[in-house]
C-alpha cells in the first residue's frame, strides 16, 4: 500500500513528498490525493491479492479504501472466501452488481 500512495502522489505532486508513517495517517492522504483526480487526470488502480495484504490494522478488511471520486476507478483481486472478499462485500457503499467472480 506504501507503494500505492507513492505512485499516486508523484503523479499528482511530482515529487515523493512525505510518506505517512501510520496506517491511519495513510488512509487520510490518500482519501486526499484521490480527490485531485479530475476530468483531465483519471485514475484507474490496480491492486492484485488484496487477501495477502497483512492483517496488521486490519488492512485486508479494506476500512483504508475510501469512497472512490467520479473519476477514479479500482479494479481489486482476492481469492473467493478470502479475508479481502469478506472485507470487500461488507462495504455497503459498493453494490454487489460491481463484486465479479471469476471460476479459475
Known amino acids: 500500500l ?10 499528482v ?4 513528498g512525505n510518506m ?3 496506517f491511519k495517517e495513510f ?11 479530475n476530468h483531465n487526470r483519471r485514475f484507474v488502480i490496480f491492486i492484485d491479492s488484496i487477501d ?3 492483517s496488521q490494522d486490519q488492512a ?9 471520486p467520479q473519476y477514479v476507478k479500482i479494479v481489486l483481486t482476492c481469492n473467493e472466501g478470502s ?17 465479479v467472480t471469476l471460476d479459475a
Open 60 to 68: 485486508h478488511e479494506l476500512w483504508w479504501l475510501p469512497l472512490l
Open 20 to 22: 505517512p508513517t501510520t
Open 27 to 37: 488512509a487520510q492522504s490518500l482519501t486526499a490525493l484521490l480527490s485531485l483526480a
Open 52 to 54: 495477502m495484504l497483512s
Open 83 to 99: 479475508l479481502g472478499m469478506l472485507g470487500l462485500r461488507r462495504r455497503k457503499e459498493i453494490p454487489s452488481r460491481h463484486i
Open 2 to 11: 506504501r507503494s500505492l500512495w507513492l505512485q499516486i502522489h508523484k503523479a
Open 13 to 16: 505532486r511530482k515529487d515523493t
